[in-house]
């Protein structure tokens, strides 16, 4: 059936989580339930809103750089065989931090990043104690997850624009196995959920048109983040942020936050601020944030339905997606074994976990 498998959500996490399946050959039975959907420009609807890259901003916990490494794997493959259409495109990378990042993080990222290098003490902007280069990836968000929503529909997965008013909603009929609940932000308010450790981020950006910036330009601060991030296949525009306002839901957008990016991302790269530049447009969004960081978890509910949690991703979604969807997907095997086209995939062991991380 259509609704065996019901993913809420059609953010960039849904997404992934979708074409984890498809992958898998679960696609003529899945359906994606959301009230947003790609093309929609929603306050609540996070995903659109993003400057998408990847980039050194994840935790240094170990399931973070799993996740991470998973991501960008998939992405860099994603920009060198369908770029274009998938509004994704390899790009140079400067990342600094105003202070020194774990070790662990760096020696993971050394690990698999492309042409990483450490940038000598003698070359780093003024301020900053620590500072990295490697080859990257920029995303045009919201033509991005319109592309994914095409590729899903060409394989099968169903979309089904519906607010629903309890998770137990998703259930959609008596055939529907497993749910998966990829809501964001709305994990902290649908009844069902109602998960207190979940907040919302607030951000704020500009939409420049500045063809003169080629690079990812992240600068990592004590209580701030600034980035200046190309929108690929979009005529020059790039991406100049950036706040991160834990506890603040407000869409409003203010004068003196865009003023406070516009200086310092001038002052991070000063070829920005010259006569071609304009400033297309003003954003807020708002990163689904959870204390202790991403809810990965299975869920037995009333009647022995499962529900599969995969939410709280923060700032990280097009970057981690890929790699919580794989293990979002891998809690839900067991369940789906007697769907057809599932006869060749085992209830996951660690070592079988590991194996489908790997296929990535």
Same mark, same amino acid.
């Not at 770029?83 to 760096?106: C, H, N």
């Given at each position: ?9 059609? +953010? %960039?996490?849904? @997404?992934?989580?979708? =074409? ?10 899945? !359906?994606? $339930? ?121 394989? +099968? %997965?169903?979309? @089904?624009?519906?607010? =629903? ?10 055939? !529907?196995? $497993? ?182």
């Amino acid at each position: 059936m259509q609704d065996s498998i019901v993913i809420v959500g059609a +953010g %960039v996490i849904g @997404l992934d989580v979708a =074409l984890i399946l498809a992958e898998n050959g679960y696609s003529h039975h899945t !359906t994606i $339930v959301a009230q947003h959907l790609p093309g929609d420009t929603s306050i609540d609807y996070t995903s659109p809103w993003a400057g998408a890259n990847f980039s050194a901003i994840s935790g240094s916990d170990k399931i973070a750089l799993i996740w991470d490494k998973a991501g960008y794997k998939r992405l860099m493959k994603l920009a060198a065989t369908d770029g274009p259409a998938a509004a994704i495109q390899k790009t140079q990378s400067f990342e600094y931090w105003d202070e020194k990042p774990a070790a662990r993080k760096l020696e993971s990222l050394a690990d698999y990043l492309e042409d990483f290098t450490v940038i000598p003490s003698d070359k780093l902007i003024p301020g900053v104690e620590y500072g990295i280069s490697f080859t990257s990836v920029s995303i045009n968000a919201p033509q991005h997850i319109q592309y994914l929503k095409s590729q899903l529909e060409a394989q +099968g %997965v169903k979309f @089904l624009r519906r607010k =629903l008013e309890h998770l137990d909603s998703a259930f959609l009929s008596e055939h !529907t196995k $497993v749910v998966f609940n990829c809501i964001g932000n709305g994990a902290r308010h649908l009844p069902g959920v109602q998960d207190q450790k979940c907040f919302p981020v607030r951000g704020q950006i500009l939409l420049a048109r500045a063809p003169q910036i080629g690079q990812n330009i992240i600068r990592h601060g004590k209580d701030y983040e600034t980035y200046i991030i190309p929108r690929p296949h979009s005529n020059g525009n790039v991406v100049l942020g950036g706040y991160m306002q834990k506890n603040n839901g407000t869409g409003d957008t203010f004068a003196h936050e865009s003023e406070s990016i516009w200086k310092r991302t001038t002052t991070l790269v000063p070829s920005l601020d010259v006569p071609g530049t304009e400033i297309l447009a003003t954003f807020a969004g708002l990163r689904p944030g959870r204390l202790g960081g991403a809810r990965i978890e299975r869920e037995t509910r009333i009647d022995d339905r499962i529900v599969v949690h995969n939410y709280g991703a923060g700032g990280t979604g097009y970057q981690a997606g890929f790699g919580m969807a794989m293990e979002a997907v891998s809690l839900a095997l067991p369940y789906l074994k007697d769907l057809p086209n599932s006869s060749d995939i085992a209830s996951p062991s660690s070592a079988e976990n590991a194996a489908i991380r790997a296929k990535l």
